[in-house]
């Protein structure tokens, strides 16, 4: 059996559309999309549309969240700020029912069909939950030690990694939509059923970056979403890290500084970085 895990789309339809082309190629048995459809590049509602159109289990991932909870009581006030304000563009785009239909999303997914493979964002517990490149075995232990499965595959950090975790493996798999390892491509992995469980074979497709732009452009994108709609067009143009590292110097700068606006923090930061 083969399965395509896509994650981290963000918005992004000329890299989406990719990345479907490409994997048809291989002819998969089942498509997953494993999280962050939403917010990021101007496309929302259209990425959603399409995966609508693709009729494949879905996984919720945290940008989800943000968009169907906005308004509700589970809605963190933060969300009200500046710093969400590409949460709010996108939200706008979509009808109530829709975000409703996206909170019911699962956190994570087992397959009759695919024994011993559990498929979430971050992790069974959270759609936060960060790998970062050196994360040791006791933290996987801790993070996921109540799965039993052989193979865990993830997005959430958009850098492709296969993670061995004793005669375990836990696979991230890269971003359709906002890959940060400096090469603009988009990233998905497809797993291939074998007698000793799930192999995993990252895949890299160069894409259309400037139809993406484009859409920046034609939408008014960052001018409607502010310094972090900058941020995400930055990171789509360069595939590079940009909206993270920002937001720690920023908490670190306003804890001199309370004051601090978004907007002159961002052109420090971009002064200096």
Known sequence: MRIAVLADIHGNLPAFETA???????????????????VGSPDS????????????????????????????EQADPLWLTEQFLPV??????????ERQA????????????APDLLIVHASEVSDTTSLPLHTTSAKLTEIFGDASEQTIVRGHNHIPRTHPWGRRQIVTTGSVGLP??????AQYVLLDQGGDGWEAHHQSVAYPVEQTLQRFAETDYVAQTGPMGRLFQREVATASYHF??????????????????????????????
């Open 88 to 97: 709010q563009w996108a939200v706008q785009q979509f009808r109530d029912d």
């Open 20 to 38: 479907l082309t490409h994997l048809r190629r291989h002819a998969p048995d089942l498509l997953v999309i494993a999280g962050d459809i939403v």
């Open 45 to 72: 509602y259209a990425c959603w549309q399409l995966v609508q159109s693709l009729d494949c289990p879905i996984v919720r991932g945290n940008h989800e969240r943000y968009l169907s909870h906005f308004g509700t």
């Open 102 to 113: 996206i909170a019911q999303l699962p956190l994570a997914l087992r397959l009759v069909e």
């Open 180 to 185: 940060l390892e400096g090469r603009i491509a």
């Open 244 to 273: 993270v590292p920002f937001l720690r110097y920023y908490k670190a700068w306003r804890e001199e500084e309370p004051g601090l606006a978004l907007g002159v923090a961002l052109e420090r930061f971009l002064t200096h970085f």
